[in-house]
């Protein structure tokens, strides 16, 4: 096989690893540049496919758990969805107490409850320190509440 049509194909490869992001076929791309390099050097169809297998697989089991490893490393936890809420203000719009209520947080209307028992009338401050399902579990706002994060969610 030509080395052109191994070039394209890693291209493609590469491409499509722009969508999943999981530097497998990034991996597989490798090879195939690997095999384009070997057709380019003369060798025959059966080689071709011998360096592909094994340079993919070697990069895939050598390369790709480190590089996982180190962008994992590198790139800080960005909380997102629920996870975000906790830790934020809000403020009361229908009384909260241990039973319910609701809560403006970020712009949306939230059922709440008091994580101790307390009554919060409307317009007081409070701050979200867990969810659970869809209601948020407040407190008071001046108190120094350090639920945040992941953890806060169990």
Sequence with gaps: MDWYWWVGAAFLLVVVEMVSLDLVLIMFAGGAIAAGLASLLGANLIVQIIVFGVVSTMLLFALRPWLLKYL??????TETNVSAQVGRSAVVVAEVTE???RIKLVGEVWTARSAAG???PVGTDVRVVRIDGATAVV???TSHNTSTGPAALA
């Excluded at 994992?72 to 936890?77: A, G, Q």
């Design 72 to 77: 994992r490393h590198r790139t800080p936890l």
């Design 99 to 101: 039973d319910g209520g």
């Design 118 to 120: 307390q009554r919060f």
């Design 139 to 141: 407190d008071a706002a």
